[in-house]
């Protein structure tokens, strides 16, 4: 089945304690994404990769590292978390920009 | 500044009644539209996007929707609504198949009544 997961599902954490978020797909797709959702705000993107090695950042990068060293993996790194980044996170992959992009189940983050 | 507005956040419809989730758009250059719908405790799922060609162009479920260069609108749009469709939509905007930068709207909640 074609699908995105991420793990974990549910996590509350601490100020400052470093965490990863993963994102994998079986679609062998090239372009992957992370985005946020907060109310009222809609979703954000956080970064974004086109190809292995290759990423950039999108609309709120800040506190945030990513990295693509394999084609189906896409891990969003929280290096010392804040409370302003409780939030719902989705992740994203598709075949072309114009193409749909499948996101995985997201991963609700608490952080106090 | 990109930019995709969703001026309501919240519609409500009778089942059967014809529905309509407005999305309106601020980029430069020709922008390809897309709609996702988000169910509860789910992530998003695409329903349709334009790219170029027809205007109008139909999608997932009964979902059709309308490009409006002049307008810069592309609202989603379906003849007879049913309880099964509330969700929480969103409208998308990338700029061409060289970047994947997105840009989300805020999303409108449908509420279908029956």
């Known amino acids: 089945e074609a699908q995105v997961t991420q793990n974990p599902r549910y996590l509350i954490t601490v100020t400052g304690k470093k965490l990863t978020v993963t994102c994998s797909q079986n679609m062998n797709h090239e372009y992957m994404s992370w985005y946020r959702q907060d109310p009222g705000l809609g979703l954000r993107q956080i970064y974004y990769?086109?190809?292995?090695?290759?990423?950039d950042k999108g609309d709120v990068p800040e506190g945030y590292k990513v990295s693509r060293k394999e084609k189906r993996n896409f891990p969003l790194i929280l290096e010392s978390p804040s409370p302003n980044q409780t939030s719902l996170y989705f992740c994203?992959?598709?075949?072309?920009?114009?193409?749909?992009?499948?996101f995985g189940p997201g991963t609700r983050l608490t952080v106090t | 500044a990109q930019s995709v507005a969703q001026p309501e956040d919240q519609v409500n419809v009778a089942e059967g009644n014809p529905l309509t989730v407005k999305c309106t758009y601020s980029v430069s250059g020709n922008p390809y539209l897309f709609w996702y719908v988000q169910y509860p405790n789910r992530g998003l799922q695409f329903l349709l996007k334009?790219?170029?060609?027809?205007?109008l162009v139909k999608g997932s479920y009964g979902f059709e929707a309308e490009f409006n260069k002049s307008q810069t609108s592309f609202h989603l749009k379906k003849p007879s609504a049913l309880v099964s469709d509330s969700a929480l939509y969103f409208c998308?905007?990338?700029?061409?198949?060289?970047?994947?930068?997105?840009?989300f709207g805020t999303g409108t909640r449908l509420k279908v009544l029956a």
């Open positions: 998308a905007v990338t700029l061409s198949d060289e970047t994947y930068k997105y840009i």
């Open positions: 990769s086109m190809n292995v090695e290759v990423t």
């Open positions: 994203a992959s598709s075949d072309r920009p114009a193409y749909e992009q499948y």
């Open positions: 334009y790219i170029t060609g027809d205007n």
